[in-house]
């Protein structure tokens, strides 16, 4: 038995009630009158009340009791007791205390704070109840993740960050100095080379960080953010989008079964998550349309630097966050919408067979203003259609030999999405802003801590 | 019933002995002669033998099966026997075929290519058995890591890829313009930020790429490797050999149980695995040295651009690959050594309260020449001597006011330790090259594809 293990955790209170423990954490919250001191203790793992009654310990150890402040650390030894009024169940009445560190003028008090405040400072705002629930329930979220592909027959197929072509473009890429080989940028996606996964291994997920540049985001935007894509071969846009619709039930059924606690303390409407079962709500780009201009949502275009509502929405544009916002107050599950124009999508999607002004893509948009989940389409596997796209997008075509190989020898049909991790768990949690929803967020006015 | 999982695996063939089923794949080999051809067939999850016999098919279809070449993508359609001699346990007896693409001169033939070959085709040569297989290893390693941790009561803290601090110093840094907040590094470990969030959660670990830009590696250094880093909160050196020792037996075990097949593909002696079972070796960097010293172990030092033998090895010198391979000779499972000279570690580690002249460090070397595995440490949990050694090295303080804070506010003994994951995959494969290792590796000479 290693040493560690004997460190008594919080949450492995209830094997210990009636015994005396010792356990190590820091302050987060503290009263007294009189004779008595409570702490609340928290070591990362849960919240005990540590109950010290001037009687019970030596007169050096009450007034360290009373000496310390929010976020001292502290070893505490003290017999468990269970009670269900406790702030997290237990009761540690204390028989010994040794502060290991006092914390003077912890920056973060319990009055609110500024978010620029609370930013400059996330290494400790980590520490409160609120961020530790959405980090918590972020991790499951991508435990999630991996056990779906990993017990669907997918393998995990890494992407490099550091690639030598732009997957849409070079605007809004990080640009860095490579060795004698000019820039390295780093990845927007790890689709491309997932697909060449995929024909090797069939069914390829890959999962890491992201970047984007774009200098047209707002402050909401992470610069950095998590995202998973799975790659199929033989999978058609149909496959595709149930794969997509079993993944995200899985996930949020996940999380719902994992992390009850974590979802309470945010004060999350359970009831909208038990909802999203399979299956979800469908339409074509299309109907979508329709259905805008059925119910008299416009397009807003800045023109002249003012922004112009333009009524009926015409087919073709893309839809933003006003469009998607109106259509899904339809729906209480996700919506996947299919078949995009060819013209607002990246240039490897498949253009559909029937009708070449649309590609077999797919979004699906989240409920509650979740906004855009999943993005993914069937792949273009004709060599020729596209050389075209790719000729036609002026993208540099010796980037892309090795792309194009994967149509060269043995092409297949084949499909994928990506889910943006972040996103995901702002949906999830019902977190206010997405910086929230990773531990150390990047914005483009925003690198530190 | 999703449609997308009635697709006929190869290897879920076991289940549909005796009945006529469709696979989907790529030719790996073919042979015929008269009446039968015999195709190959992968179709990433496994291989199986399709027999192909004139009598059993239409003219066409046998045509067909002649025409075919190496990586053509097929849908073949026949009835499944059992058969411990083919390829794969499994015969089709073939009653239609139809081809999706025929391969025109795939560029990876049987014949023995080039590493700068090969490495230009990695999109294709991770079609490879051999490479299969690694990569496979790879995705098992990387779920041990998981497993093991979100298993132990730890919480996943992704740290960011883009910082504004170097972490041991910025010579070996890639560096990108950051909008008006000027420069951003690729980070070269979490570890500091692991640090934060052992403080928040307890136990955290984080996992993701990290980046050297190192122009002193040779060919055989990746430039961006995947690296896991536990942090927990009150662990003492001691605490972190154990938790490492914890750590590598369990992926290794994991791989033996789950990668049998693989491990067969790529000739690896299992029997050195299986020993790898804790309690593993450990040994003070001070008795390492007398070691070396009686075994006649040299430093090689450059001088005048001349390697010179120095003898005996000095203490205070930091081990290289021939001291290390020379040390592992003598044992069959890893080894630690700890407590390393102050002088060649990281500001950040902490020193010996009963020696300051060491670091409670540790490195965890492999037998069978695998390198360094783990490098870990106590950290320095003291404000003042952090913060002396951040002036004495230089490091710019501000970029570390953040850091500090941690030792402000209810500072507590911590540890954790890094572990690369290409080094073990190495180590678990017995590959050749470090490169074999990860799908799309970075080097100095290399970011294409």
Wanted: aromatic share 12%.
């Amino acid at each position: 038995m290693s040493r560690y293990k004997d460190y008594q955790l919080i949450e492995k209170l209830s094997n210990v009630v009636g015994n005396e423990v010792t356990l190590r954490g820091w302050v987060y919250n503290q009263r007294g009158k009189g004779k008595l001191q409570f702490i609340i203790l928290r070591d990362g793992t849960g919240i005990a009340q540590c109950v010290v009654f001037r009687d019970n310990v030596t007169e050096e150890v009450f007034e360290s009791a009373k000496r310390i402040t929010q976020e001292s650390s502290l070893s505490v030894t003290g017999v468990v007791r269970a009670d269900e009024r406790a702030p997290g169940g237990f009761e540690i009445d204390v028989t010994d205390l040794k502060i290991i560190q006092i914390a003077q003028d912890y920056p973060i008090a319990k009055k609110e704070h500024g978010d620029a405040f609370l930013m400059k400072h996330r290494h400790l705002w980590l520490r409160s109840s609120r961020q530790h629930a959405i980090l918590r329930v972020r991790a499951a979220v991508i435990k999630a993740i991996r056990d779906f592909f990993d017990g669907s027959g997918f393998t995990l197929v890494d992407s490099p960050i550091l690639t030598p072509n732009a997957c849409e473009g070079t605007s809004t890429l990080f640009e860095t100095k490579y060795f004698d080989l000019g820039s390295a940028y780093l990845s927007q996606s790890g689709q491309l080379y997932a697909e060449a996964g995929a024909f090797a291994l069939g069914r390829v997920y890959t999962f890491g960080p992201t970047f984007r540049a774009e200098l047209s985001s707002t402050r909401k935007h992470l610069t950095e953010f998590w995202m998973v894509e799975p790659e199929m071969a033989f999978f058609d846009l149909e496959d595709d989008m149930d794969l997509a619709e079993d993944f995200v039930e899985y996930i949020v059924q996940y999380v719902l079964k994992t992390c009850r606690k974590e979802l309470e303390i945010l004060e999350r409407d359970t009831t909208k998550l038990e909802n999203i079962k399979r299956p979800f709500y469908r339409m074509s780009y299309t109907d979508a349309v329709d259905w805008l201009v059925k119910n008299d949502i416009p397009i807003i275009k800045k023109i002249d630097n003012q922004d112009v509502e333009i009524r009926p929405f015409p087919w073709g544009e893309d839809f933003g966050t006003v469009q998607e916002e109106a259509f899904m107050e339809q729906f209480d599950k996700p919506c996947i919408i299919h078949h995009y124009p060819t013209e607002v999508k990246a240039f490897y999607m498949k253009r559909d067979e029937s009708n070449p002004k649309v590609v077999c893509a797919l979004d699906m948009l989240g409920p509650e203003k979740a906004g855009e989940l999943i993005g993914g389409s069937q792949r273009e596997d004709n060599f020729d259609l596209l050389l075209e796209r790719i000729k036609a997008e002026n993208l540099p075509e010796e980037a892309f030999e090795w792309y194009l190989d994967l149509r060269r020898y043995g092409s297949v049909p084949h499909s994928g999405f990506g889910l943006g991790v972040e996103r995901t768990v702002k949906w999830i949690t019902g977190a206010k802003h997405i910086r929230e929803c990773i531990p150390m967020p990047r914005m483009i006015d925003r690198i530190y801590p």
